[in-house]
């Protein structure tokens, strides 16, 4: 059974993706192999741009970021992967996490986390506060769908 640190961390990836799940159509505009080759040629720049036109499309700028190091898993018997070092940091959160694309799947791995004013009693509070800091981060924000 996960701890209660881990059922936390979980979360908090959960979040984390459901927002960055926005610029994932315009990342798979690049074929894999181009993320690769940039990465294994150290030509991280490329990918840094590519990934700053995707996210400013949909969050302020610079409020996500890529972090300058991608790696990647390539093998005879699996989809190849790419992974990404990101970084979100809006409304006194910090938050360094991975970005990991293949063909069909994405995950969110969070390395580290850290809240200006965090509530050190109350873990649920900080995970609301990244979450208001992810949704004021968007360029155009959830609409509240109105009875009539």
Known sequence: MLDIMDRITNEREQIIAYYIARILSDLRLIDISDYITYAHNN????IGDIIEAATELHFITNTIRFAGRATYDVNWNEL???TFYMTFKSKGVQA???LTLSALLFSVQ?????FNEANTDNAIKNTEKLTTALEAALLIKHKTLLKA
Do not use: G, V, W
């Not at 969070?110 to 850290?114: A, E, G, K, P, Y």
């Open 43 to 46: 030509k991280l720049a490329n």
């Open 80 to 82: 190849p992967n790419i």
């Open 96 to 98: 360094n996490f991975r």
């Open 110 to 114: 969070l390395d580290s986390i850290n």
